[in-house]
């Protein structure tokens, strides 16, 4: 594909792009407010002398990109990728003595802030450097509200409005040990190192661990900080996930970001080979591992409403019998039927999830014990992530049944 192709297809929201050359060796790693602009910008006819830009796009053969919620999540992950590819295109910055680093200090219990230190103190790890000291700064609010850890120095004598405004566990009053301190300083390094698999496989063990030991509330904890890791950097959509989830979140009231949402949907004809389906996603995009189908068991005849009790029942019945987590948000296709059916089935297994229905024929939002049904704008991004949602769990259950019908009849 040629290259201006290539960036044609970069979307318009912040990330990190990568340039490569005619080998695929990653030659520049940048970061832009909006990517498909900023690439764009390095193609513009240059005047005079070749400059260093020049000879840069004179080797770019493929430009691969990762979106991100923000500039500043950007700024992290560019420097956490120039270390891992070290590109020769970037070797001013990495070799400039004058830009901020993150110092990562080895106290008991370590402060991290930024630095543009003249000489590096022992015991302490450095990351960066950074272009921006502003969005440097913001990036680590963002990481803080993950996992807390202290700046101050030197040591307080009591608690600051850090620990407060929830950026810092207070390790100055013992409100956290210091195994525990470490473990988010160890996690925060993780993410600063850019080797976010390795992250994500720490937490989802852990949370299963803690699950399996039935403290539910710190098995929770750990999965609110999983799945902000997995949309700090929110892969390569077109349209930034946070974004329609914040809206989803006010236009619906919900009490937290929808990050894990579970869909139903019922397929059968005249009654006959009925089945269910669950799509799930996480942070916006499809979490197939985690699709379920089911084929109705308990009820006769044409009952779509019974049908939805059912495999809610039974989905949300195992979740709670297993000790496993619930989502944050529950999608049913149908109207208030539909939705009441479902919601009569999670007051009975007294489970308390956000739970909503959408209607296909004129797009309506039904919440429990709302006469009046929501109305989202027709481009608005909430709207379009639950019709993803819907459609996904449809299509899910459509298949389910054809594949059904097509064993009949090759039993028949």
Excluded: W
């Excluded at 030991?213 to 098995?219: F, I, L, M, P, T």
């Excluded at 459609?391 to 594949?403: G, S």
Aim: hydrophobic share 40%; glycine share 6%.
């Amino acid at each position: 594909m040629a290259i201006q192709d290539l960036i044609g297809k970069l979307p318009l929201t912040s990330g990190v792009y990568l340039m490569k050359d005619a080998d695929g060796k990653v030659i520049y790693v940048g970061k832009a407010v909006a990517l498909r602009k900023r690439v764009q910008s390095y193609f513009r006819r240059s005047r005079g002398a070749v400059s260093k830009t020049d000879l840069l796009v004179s080797e770019i053969a493929a430009i691969d990109h990762v979106n991100t919620a923000s500039e500043a999540e950007a700024l992290i992950l560019e420097a956490s990728l120039i270390k891992k590819y070290n590109p020769k295109y970037n070797v001013e910055l990495r070799d400039d003595k004058s830009y901020p680093l993150i110092e990562v200090t080895g106290e008991a219990f370590p402060r991290i802030s930024v630095e543009r230190p003249r000489s590096r103190a022992k015991g302490s790890r450095y990351y960066g450097p950074y272009v921006a000291v502003t969005l440097i700064r913001e990036a680590l609010t963002i990481i803080r509200k993950i996992f807390r850890f202290r700046t101050c120095d030197p040591f307080p004598d009591k608690e600051c409005l850090d620990y407060h405004i929830g950026l810092c566990d207070a390790p100055c009053i013992g409100k956290i040990s210091k195994a525990e301190y470490a473990k988010n300083i160890r996690n925060v390094c993780l993410v600063l190192e850019g080797k976010k698999d390795v992250l994500q496989r720490n937490l989802s063990r852990e949370m299963e661990t803690l699950s399996a030991a039935q403290q539910y509330e710190k098995a929770a904890a750990v999965r609110d900080r999983l799945q902000a890791i997995g949309a700090l950097y929110s892969g390569t959509g077109d349209v930034n996930y946070y974004k329609e989830a914040e809206q989803l979140q006010r236009a619906l009231n919900l009490p937290r970001l929808p990050e894990r949402i579970e869909a139903f949907d019922i397929s059968n004809i005249m009654g006959h080979q009925a089945v269910g389906s669950m799509a799930a996603f996480l942070n916006g995009k499809p979490d197939k591992q985690n699709y379920r189908r089911f084929r109705i068991k308990e009820v006769q005849g044409i009952d779509d409403f019974s049908m939805i009790a059912e495999i809610v029942r039974r989905r949300y019945r195992r979740l709670r019998d297993e000790g496993r987590l619930f989502p944050d948000l529950i999608v049913i296709d149908g109207g208030k039927g539909q939705l009441s059916a479902a919601l009569n089935e999670l007051t009975a297994l007294d489970i308390h999830v956000p739970i909503i229905s959408l209607a296909k024929r004129e797009e309506e939002v039904f919440l429990p014990r709302k006469r009046e049904a929501v109305r989202l704008p027709s481009d608005s991004l909430g709207l379009k992530l639950l019709q993803r949602l819907r459609d996904e769990a449809h299509r899910f259950a459509i298949t389910y049944h054809r594949k059904l019908r097509a064993q009949q009849t090759l039993d028949g």
